[in-house]
RNA sequence: GCGUCGGUGGCGGAGUGGUCAAUCGCACGUGGCUGUAAACCACGCGACUUCGGUCUACGGAGGUUCGAAUCCUCCCCGGCGCACCA
C-alpha cells in the first residue's frame, strides 16, 4: 500500500493543497509547527508528531519548527485574545518541547528548528513593505476566527493577533528558501494558517509548495482530545505519570478505538481491522482498550514503562485481589501506581482518611473528600468506608501497604515505611 | 478624550437592596446497571467544620444602609458610538 492510500485509510487526511498522491510523488522536506504554549506536549500534538514519524519512515525528511518566535505573538482563538507569553516561559517551554521530540523519535532524523531565529530579528518596515503587501486584510476578515472575533462585542482582535498568519506563512516562506521545505503539515484547525504560507511560497518565489491536514482529533463529545476538565493528557512523565497516561487508553470508549488505533498506533490497517472485529464481538474483554493503551504508552513512555504498567494495571484492576498477588507484582504495582508514604509518626498522630485523599489526589478540597465518602465512593482494602472520620492506623495496612479506591477507576496505594 | 453598555462559579447564562454560596443548562464527580465502555436513572459539585454551623465570594478599593452581587464614588479591564488623528 502506498503512502497516500495508507493515509487516507488511516483518517489522516483532512484538507490538502494538491491530490496527496501527487505530493507524494517526490521525496518532500515536510514541516509542522509547534508553539510553546506549555511545557510538555500532549496527546493532541502527539497524533501529528506520529504523522511526521509516518511521513519520515516513508522516506520524506522532517523539520520540526518550535514557534519561538510566534509563541510571542499568539495564534488567535475563539475565546479572546491570549496573555502574551514573557521571554523566560517561552524559552523554557522551547527547551522542554525540543528535548521530548528528541525522546519521542528515537533513530528518526529531523531538524529541529525556532522561528525565534529569523521573526525576532524581522524588520517591520521591510516586512511590510515584502510580505505584508502579499496579504489582504479583505482575506483575513474572513477568516473564521477573525470574523467571528470582529463581530462579538467583548471579544475584539488586538493587531498582534491579526498578524498572526502572516508570521506562519513567513516561516513556511523561510524554511522554503533556506532547507527546501516543500511541505506543511498540521492538525485542521491550523488549515487557513497553513494555507497563507502556500499561497505567500507562490506569491513571492514563485514556487509550488504544498500542505495538508489531519482532522483535529476529538473525543466522543467533540471536544478537544485528552483536554476534560482542563486535565490535558501531557506525555512528560511528571505531568501525566505513564500509569495515569496508561489508564486514559484503556477508558476510552468503544466507539473511538478504531480511529484511535488507527492515528496512534503503527499497527497495521489489518490489524486494527482484526482488532476491532474481536473487539465488536467480545466487547467485555477490552482487547481494543488494551492494545491500544499498550502501544501508545510504549510510544510515549518507551517499552520497559509500558510493560510496567501495564502489569501494575493488572494487579490492581485484574481478577486476583491486590492482596494474594505475588510479591513482585505487587512492587511493581507500588512503583507505577499513584501513592501516599507514611511513617509510624504519622500514624500516632493521627492521619485522616479524608486528609489522605486530598494529599493523595483522589479529592480535590476536604469537602470533595468528604462527598466522596458520603456516596460511598471510597474503599479501603475492598471495605467501603463509610466512617467521615475514618482514621488511619495501623490496622489499616496490610504487610505495610493499604489499597484505596475511588469509584472503579481510580486507585491510591497508602505505604508504611 | 467624551458618551454609553458591560465585567457573576470550569464554561454559557440568570439575578438587579433582604428568603443568594447564588435559578438553569453544559462540563465534571460518585452511586445504581455494566465491561475500568456507552446510554439511562439518582445524588453531588466554594472552603472550613466539634456536622449545629462558620468563613470567604459576584473586576478592585472605599462609601450609603439594620442589611449590597444589587445603590453611590473612584480605579482597572473590555465592547460600541462620537471626537481627535490621518
Not at 521591510?126 to 477573525?146: A, H, Q
Not at 516562506?173 to 491550523?190: P, R, T
Not at 485484574?318 to 508514604?341: D, N, Q, W, Y
Request: hydrophobic fraction near 40%; charged fraction near 25%; glycine fraction near 8%.
Amino acid at each position: 500500500m502506498n503512502l497516500a492510500e495508507e493515509l487516507k485509510r488511516r483518517g489522516l487526511i483532512e484538507q490538502s493543497s494538491a491530490p496527496v498522491e501527487v505530493i507524494f510523488k517526490e521525496p518532500r522536506t515536510v514541516y509542522l509547527g509547534i508553539d510553546p504554549t506549555a511545557d510538555s506536549l500532549q496527546i493532541g500534538n502527539l497524533a501529528v508528531v506520529l504523522l511526521m514519524k509516518r511521513l519520515a519512515l516513508a522516506g520524506h525528511k522532517l523539520i520540526f519548527l518550535v514557534g519561538g518566535g510566534t509563541g510571542m505573538i499568539g495564534d488567535p482563538r475563539e475565546k479572546g485574545e491570549r496573555v502574551l507569553l514573557d521571554e523566560k516561559t517561552l524559552a523554557r517551554n522551547t527547551r522542554a518541547l525540543s528535548k521530548q521530540l528528541y525522546k519521542l523519535l528515537p533513530g528518526t532524523p529531523f531538524r529541529m528548528l525556532d522561528n525565534a531565529a529569523w521573526l525576532t530579528r524581522l524588520g517591520l518596515v521591510p516586512f511590510l513593505r515584502e510580505i505584508g503587501k502579499l496579504f489582504t486584510v479583505n482575506d483575513l476578515v474572513k477568516r473564521d476566527i477573525i470574523a467571528r472575533r470582529l463581530a462579538t462585542p467583548d471579544e475584539s482582535i488586538s493587531f498582534t493577533e491579526f498578524s498572526y498568519a502572516l508570521l506562519q506563512g513567513y516561516d513556511y516562506l523561510v524554511l522554503n528558501e533556506k532547507y527546501k521545505c516543500d511541505l506543511q503539515i498540521g492538525a485542521s484547525d491550523q488549515w487557513t494558517n497553513i494555507l497563507s504560507g502556500v499561497e505567500l511560497i507562490r506569491k513571492r518565489a514563485g514556487r509550488e509548495a504544498y500542505a495538508f491536514t489531519m482532522p483535529l482529533i476529538t473525543d466522543s463529545m467533540g471536544k478537544k482530545f485528552g483536554k476534560s476538565e482542563g486535565n490535558a493528557v501531557w506525555l512528560d512523565p511528571l505531568k501525566t505519570t505513564p500509569f495515569v497516561f496508561y489508564q486514559f487508553w484503556l477508558n476510552v470508549p468503544d466507539e473511538g478505538i478504531e480511529k484511535y488505533l488507527k492515528v496512534y498506533t503503527f499497527l497495521p490497517l489489518a490489524e486494527i481491522e482484526a482488532l476491532v472485529e474481536r473487539q465488536r464481538k467480545v466487547p467485555n474483554e477490552r482487547e481494543g482498550q488494551k492494545a491500544l493503551a499498550r502501544l501508545v504508552s510504549a510510544l510515549a513512555h518507551g517499552e520497559t514503562t509500558a510493560n510496567h504498567v501495564a502489569l501494575a494495571t493488572e494487579a490492581l484492576f485484574g481478577p486476583t485481589p491486590f492482596e494474594e498477588l505475588s510479591r513482585e507484582k505487587r512492587a511493581i504495582a507500588l512503583t507505577e501506581a499513584p501513592s501516599l508514604k507514611f511513617t509510624k509518626a504519622d500514624l500516632t498522630k493521627g492521619y485522616s482518611l479524608i486528609d489522605a485523599l486530598v494529599a493523595g489526589g483522589l479529592a480535590s478540597s476536604k469537602s470533595d473528600a468528604r462527598r466522596l465518602i458520603e456516596s460511598r465512593g471510597i474503599t479501603l482494602g475492598g471495605t467501603i468506608i463509610t466512617d467521615l472520620n475514618y482514621q488511619i492506623g495501623q490496622g489499616s495496612f496490610n504487610d505495610s501497604y493499604a489499597l484505596v479506591r475511588k469509584g472503579r477507576r481510580e486507585v491510591l496505594l497508602l505505604v508504611l515505611k
